[in-house]
């Protein structure tokens, strides 16, 4: 059984960086997505970063320039660089693994940027 291992939330100024590791306890292959995404309070979960086929990445339009995704398929690891943070960043992050078969999330890693 495979799990998702999440760390590097926490709590920081606006302006401050981040940076957030997700690892899989367990093999994944045939890795076709790593993601991030996050939910804050009162709002639906949204895609933050994906990256597709371990090359081609996309970024939520309020996070582009600011936040870089990063990953190994072959570690089945996959990191989420945060510079620049907003108050409105703050949320719980979470990472997802897809493979050609099954869908994986870790567990949630809070996020929380102060004015």
């Known amino acids: 059984q495979v799990q998702l291992v999440e760390s590097g939330g926490g709590l920081v100024q606006a302006g401050g960086s981040l940076r957030l590791s997700c690892a899989a306890v367990?093999?994944?292959?045939?890795?076709?997505?790593m993601a991030w995404h996050r939910q804050a309070p009162g709002k639906q979960r949204e895609m933050v970063a994906r990256i597709t086929s371990g090359t081609s990445t996309n970024y939520a339009d309020s996070v582009k320039g600011r936040f870089t995704i990063t990953g190994d398929n072959a570690k089945n690891v996959v990191y989420l660089q945060m510079i620049n943070l907003k108050p409105e960043d703050t949320a719980v992050y979470y990472c997802?693994?897809?493979?050609?078969?099954?869908?994986?999330w870790g567990q949630g890693t809070q996020v929380t940027v102060s004015s």
């Open positions: 997802n693994i897809q493979d050609t078969m099954w869908s994986y």
């Open positions: 367990g093999s994944i292959s045939s890795i076709s997505i």
